[in-house]
């Protein structure tokens, strides 16, 4: 039964004959113009930035155009202290004819000064737009490492398969060979009967093996930002090493201080709010601006009346219930917020920085180690299989060594991956690409 539930599972995720590769550099790249996370960031970016020229606007000419044609009656009605009483009309002089009436205008005005109120709020967006590009530059940063995980998880994930492959072939090898044995009589059945045992579970190991790679690969889709079969390998590639990655933390903390987007961010966000300050405080004072207009106008367009009219204005704010005021603390705390937030992003980097060179190291101690177990391992395995073909060993000591080299294996494949993965860690925390 299990024999053929593995040949059902087998067919079914047996990837075809000669399938792609995808390398690391083809997925990063996939996800830089496939990814809608990314799409999403820069999108904003563009609102920022459009929201940056809204409020330049104000600091430009605004010039309006306007044109209205009336129909009304020209029925006279008077209103107290427009003209004496007896030239009003009454309604004996009422009458339901009409008139036409048009006007043509074009109106300009300037803002001249108002204490730094515009021109601050401008600089602020304009720091705030700033601000998102770095989001945008984080976001990036973000969606690579998750591409980077998912894609070493998958090359772990293909090893195991290697590893379940290589267990089954042993286990076919050792359970031919007792055949033999048990043949001759030189071996009991019990014997036999263990080694099938053990390759059926070599069996369910590969199968266990197959679907997890088809998950990470699906995983790894998901990362790059595809609707796109599982049907391609990963290459065979391993992390390479960071520059700086055995250097000391300082150094490698003032490197992700100049490059990490999340600390350029929120200086932009910092110099936006000092900004948005600043413009409040110009709320206070007088505002002046400079109109213009021209019109043009009568009952026929042909004997239009123009006329033309300049004028410079002062807006003094006397009393507003306390409301620019109100706005003005609020502000100066969100700054100080925007400030402290800063100074925790710094912790922050730096605690990512050490734990990713410590990450670093441990793995490549560890990988090692490892390698130094494999080789124990598969040396363990060669002395039990020669003594078990002369008799000496017995079938428990040939499991456990096949056990024991298996899990070494593991180890190994583990261990590779939590190297690269504490890379992409370090890649991450440095602010590269």
């Known amino acids: 039964m299990i024999a053929n539930l593995a040949l059902l599972v087998l067919a079914a995720t047996a990837p075809a004959a000669s399938p792609r590769v995808l390398t690391l550099d083809a997925a990063l790249a996939t996800a830089r113009t496939q990814q809608p996370t990314l799409r999403q960031a820069a999108a904003d970016t563009d609102a920022a930035l459009a929201n940056a020229d809204v409020a330049k606007a104000p600091l430009l000419p605004q010039v309006n155009g306007n044109a209205t044609g009336q129909r009304a009656t020209g029925n006279f009605s008077a209103r107290p202290g427009s003209l004496p009483g007896q030239i009003g009309g009454t309604g004996a002089n009422l009458s339901w004819e009409s008139f036409g009436y048009y006007n043509l205008g074009l109106s300009a005005s300037q803002l001249l000064y108002d204490f730094g109120q515009t021109s601050s709020r401008w600089r602020s967006a304009q720091a705030g737009a700033q601000a998102q590009r770095n989001t945008q530059r984080s976001t990036l940063e973000q969606v690579l490492y998750g591409v980077r995980t998912a894609y070493y998880q998958a090359r772990a994930a293909k090893g195991a398969v290697g590893v379940a492959q290589e267990t089954l072939a042993n286990q076919d090898k050792h359970l031919q060979q007792i055949e033999g044995f048990v043949d001759v009589g030189t071996?009991?059945?019990?014997?036999?009967?263990?080694?099938?045992?053990?390759?059926?579970?070599?069996?369910?190991?590969?199968?266990?093996?197959?679907?997890?790679?088809?998950?990470?690969?699906?995983?790894?889709?998901?990362?790059?930002?595809?609707?796109?079969?599982?049907?391609?390998?990963?290459?065979?590639?391993?992390?390479?090493?960071?520059?700086?990655?055995?250097?000391?933390?300082?150094?490698?903390?003032?490197?992700?201080?100049?490059?990490?987007?999340?600390?350029?961010?929120?200086?932009?966000?910092?110099?936006?709010?000092?900004?948005?300050?600043?413009?409040?405080?110009?709320?206070?004072?007088?505002?002046?601006?400079?109109?213009?207009?021209?019109?043009?106008?009568?009952?026929?367009?042909?004997?239009?009346?123009?006329?033309?009219?300049?004028?410079?204005?002062?807006?003094?704010?006397?009393?507003?219930?306390?409301?620019?005021?109100?706005?003005?603390?609020q502000a100066d705390a969100n700054l100080t917020a925007v400030r402290s937030q800063a100074e925790a992003e710094r912790l922050q980097v730096r605690f990512e920085v050490d734990q990713a060179r410590l990450t670093v190291v441990g793995a490549k101690v560890a990988l090692s180690a490892t390698e130094e177990a494999l080789v124990n391992a598969q040396l363990r395995l060669k002395l039990a299989e020669g003594r078990y073909e002369t008799g000496v060993g017995s079938i428990i000591e040939l499991g456990d060594a096949q056990v024991a080299l298996t899990n070494a294996a593991y180890q190994k494949v583990a261990a590779e991956y939590k190297l690269a993965q504490a890379r992409a860690g370090l890649i991450k925390a440095l602010g590269l690409d």
Do not use: C, H, M
């Open 187 to 329: 071996r009991p059945e019990i014997d036999l009967a263990q080694a099938k045992t053990d390759r059926a579970n070599a069996e369910v190991q590969l199968i266990t093996a197959q679907a997890g790679y088809e998950i990470a690969k699906a995983q790894l889709n998901q990362a790059i930002g595809v609707e796109a079969s599982t049907d391609y390998d990963v290459a065979d590639e391993t992390a390479p090493s960071v520059e700086g990655e055995d250097g000391s933390t300082e150094v490698l903390f003032d490197e992700a201080l100049k490059a990490r987007p999340e600390i350029a961010a929120l200086a932009d966000q910092v110099r936006a709010q000092e900004l948005a300050v600043r413009s409040l405080r110009g709320a206070l004072g007088p505002s002046v601006f400079l109109s213009a207009g021209f019109t043009d106008a009568g009952t026929q367009a042909s004997n239009f009346v123009w006329n033309w009219n300049t004028a410079i204005g002062v807006s003094v704010p006397i009393f507003q219930g306390g409301q620019t005021r109100a706005q003005i603390r």
